[in-house]
């Protein structure tokens, strides 16, 4: 079974410009949560999507944004980047069940300059 | 919300030596995993662990559930275990979110 898939893997932009990540899912889950890691956070929970529904949010501005296909694919978009968003951006699916184990995907390395 | 400690933060070993790493949580747990990143930022899931113990190869891991703790043996080490291992937690609202520590960065010398 082909793993968690995120594209691009890396990204260069500049700041006020927005951004579109990719995540597909592993076959069969539906449930889609996105993380950013930087070094002096770690990593941190963006938001997490099950059948199309934002079901949890973490402490993020509403420049960070996200939605889920009925594929289960999801995008996450960052409005107005800023510096401080460079950062690897990491995308988990899971079947939302017990056990809710969380596969994570290669990540997108977002570079703002 | 729930925090998670690990330690130590940083772990120099020689190829071959054994090692513990750690992970304390502040609260009940839904799920646990231990995961290892590579040099290329993904994250290797290593194990499922809410409670008990169990084995991969040379990697084990045992959590006391009761005592809001985990930890990850690894033994024999080898070069390739290098890179940060972290613990991450799901507390037991369901919010379906992991919370990580801030790792165990381990290098392992030939």
């Known amino acids: 079974k082909a793993g968690v898939t995120q594209t691009p893997r890396y990204l260069i932009k500049t700041r006020g410009q927005q951004v579109t990540l990719s995540c597909s899912p592993i076959s069969g889950h539906r449930s889609v949560s996105w993380y950013q890691q930087t070094p002096g956070q770690g990593l941190q929970f963006l938001f997490e999507y099950f059948s199309e529904t934002q079901r949890n949010k973490g402490n993020f501005p509403g420049r960070f944004s996200g939605r889920q296909f009925s594929n289960s694919r999801s995008e996450m978009n960052v409005s107005t980047l800023e510096l401080g968003d460079s950062a690897l951006y990491l995308c988990a699916s899971g079947l939302a069940g017990v056990p809710n184990t969380q596969y994570f995907g290669p990540g997108t390395r977002l570079t703002v300059l | 919300g729930i925090q998670v400690e690990q330690s130590p933060p940083d772990l120099i070993l020689q190829e071959g030596a054994n090692s513990t790493l750690r992970c304390n949580f502040s609260?009940?747990?839904?799920?646990l995993q231990w995961f290892h990143q590579n040099p290329w930022g993904q994250l290797i899931n290593l194990f499922y662990i809410p409670s008990g113990t169990k084995q991969n190869g040379r990697l084990s891991a045992t959590t006391v559930a009761t005592e809001r703790y985990s930890l990850l043996y690894i033994s024999s080490s080898q070069t390739t275990d290098s890179g940060v291992y972290f613990c991450a937690v799901e507390g037991r609202g369901g919010s379906e979110k992991l919370v990580f520590g801030k790792g165990t960065k381990l290098t392992v010398n030939p």
């Open positions: 609260d009940s747990v839904n799920n």
